[in-house]
């Protein structure tokens, strides 16, 4: 049987409850919370500052450091405290994507510090962070050149879903799943970050990344309408 | 770690014109040299060299416990390390960033493909399995270490055998190995890496080309039938990919797949006799 009907009862296109906000930490420069459902990402932006050590600096441009952090209890089994090999390498993608759509010409020698706390997991949570340390920085007034919208496509057995949950990334049958996360621009809809982890015919990578294209503008409503100052919350 | 400007520029201007520095077009390899049975202690092993890249590969073996979700398959742990014996820019000290995305992504390619049967790796459900350890190391570092490493690793998982394990005492006699393979299916990942530099993509970067390279995506894919699949993929670097760009990427990955696999596979094959 195939996976006609997801197992969250939602359209293949249909992304979860979103909450989006800014400003939720007063001592940052920019911050924000983006959730994807039970997916909870908290985001704060400090800087640009001068960046320290001074042989680190780049006479040029800024940089972007970010620290992506899954907390102990964010999911079923406690996660150890601390860096792994698998936050490390999400911290790094996250800066990617960031990086190629701040103006970082304009801050030459400095860093901005983005930090990422998951604070509850239900897959996705390089998507919530991504989206929501984009938020911090726009709150934050840093100049960019576009905005960007995470989100996870999969591939469900033969089926392309949006924004999957960890029972879907879990799924068996059939195909198996394949988990795309994507980053988009605003404007010019390119990819700033693009992983996959699964299996997919590669004529069928449009159509990935048309179903997150369209995500894509949904979460930029979302994420524009909160840096203008709504609280979101479709939960409730 | 910074190149002249010169270079860079030099670099660049070449490639709007599709060239490069040494000659080669935008979506060749430099030669590929693959060897096996490099270190005889290890279960299988490889050295690649690609052009003056050259990266060594082992695979050890182990009995350990299942993940609790997945009680009935052998485990893989992909490590990689660029010591400083491979270029001056790198430091001892703990696996950085740059090394620890060389593993995952390898790791990602061989666990997605279902290239190692993990099942056959199983010895008593919920208790006993084998573990497939690979120990990835830079020798030198002319870049594109990453497709490197993914080729040894396949290699040296071909050759591989088994060591002995003792049902009695439940332990490996390691250094005792069986004429055994270690079970591994038709799906043999071919990893690939595109850089882009401006609008230009193009494959196998030697160190200059990569220090410039804004922006690349890996891509591991297989043919099980007569579709291509991809297994994994990772965008690195800060350049946006537009979707045209990541067709053309897609469509080269195929040409470069049916032109090179075969022979790749072939060289390996010819190894696994010896």
């Known amino acids: 049987m195939s996976y006609t009907k997801r197992l969250d009862g939602r359209k293949a296109d249909e992304l979860r409850p979103i909450k989006a906000e800014v400003g939720i930490i007063p001592n940052a420069d920019g911050s924000a919370l983006f959730a994807f459902g039970e997916t909870v990402a908290i985001a704060a932006v400090y800087g640009p500052k001068p960046l320290h050590p001074q042989h680190m600096q780049d006479p040029e441009r800024g940089i972007i450091r970010c620290v992506y952090n899954m907390l102990p209890f964010s999911v079923t089994e406690r996660a150890r405290p601390g860096p792994s090999r698998r936050s490390k390498e999400i911290s790094m993608i996250t800066e990617n994507a960031l990086s190629g759509v701040v103006e970082l010409k304009r801050f030459p020698g400095t860093v901005i510090d983005v930090e990422i706390m998951i604070l509850q997991a239900n897959a996705s949570t390089r998507c919530a962070g991504i989206n929501a340390a984009a938020m911090a920085l726009a709150h934050a007034g840093i100049v960019m050149k576009e905005m960007v919208s995470s989100v996870s496509i999969g591939k469900i057995d033969d089926k392309i879903v949006t924004d999957i949950t960890k029972a879907e990334e879990d799924y068996e049958e059939g195909e198996g799943a394949t988990d795309i996360p994507f980053t988009i621009s605003s404007n010019t809809h390119a990819i700033t970050h693009l992983q996959l982890d699964g299996k997919i015919q590669t004529e069928r990578l449009k159509e990935a990344y048309d179903a997150a294209l369209k995500a894509s503008k949904k979460i930029l409503d979302y994420q524009t309408r909160a840096l203008k100052g709504e609280k979101i919350d479709e939960n409730k | ?274």
């Not at chain 2, 800060?238 to 696999?261: G, H, N, P, R, W």
């Open chain 2, 1 to 274: 770690m910074e190149i002249p400007n010169i270079n860079k520029n030099k670099i660049t201007e070449v490639l709007e014109k599709d060239k490069r520095l040494d000659g080669r077009k935008l979506f060749d390899y430099r030669d590929i040299e693959i060897e096996t049975g490099i270190s005889k202690n290890a279960e299988g092993s490889a050295r690649v060299r690609i052009g003056k890249t050259e990266v060594i590969v082992g695979v050890k073996m182990d009995v350990q416990e299942p993940y609790p979700d997945h009680e009935d398959e052998g485990t893989l742990i992909t490590g990689m390390e660029f010591s400083p014996i491979s270029g001056e820019r790198y430091e001892s000290g703990p696996p950085k960033i740059d090394a620890i995305e060389v593993a995952r992504v390898v790791d990602r390619g061989i666990r997605e493909s279902k290239f190692i049967d993990f099942k056959k790796l199983c010895i008593k459900e919920g208790e006993k399995v084998w573990s497939v350890l690979i120990d990835i190391y830079a020798i030198n570092d002319d870049g594109n270490i990453l497709d490197a490493s993914a080729l040894a690793s396949v290699a040296a998982l071909m050759v591989a055998k088994m060591p002995e394990y003792d049902e009695k005492t439940e332990k490996v006699k390691f250094g005792e190995f069986t004429k055994d393979s270690v079970p591994l299916t038709e799906n043999i990942p071919f990893t690939m890496t595109f850089h882009k530099i401006k609008n230009k993509l193009f494959i196998d970067p030697n160190r200059d080309e990569e220090d410039t390279s804004e922006g690349r995506v890996t891509l591991a894919i297989t043919k099980p039938k007569k579709e291509y699949i991809i297994n994994a993929m990772q965008k690195g670097d800060m350049a946006l990919f537009s979707i045209d760009e990541l067709e053309q990427v897609v469509k080269e990955t195929e040409k470069l797949y049916d032109k090179m696999f075969n022979e790749l596979n072939k060289k390996i094959e010819k190894l696994m006799k010896k």
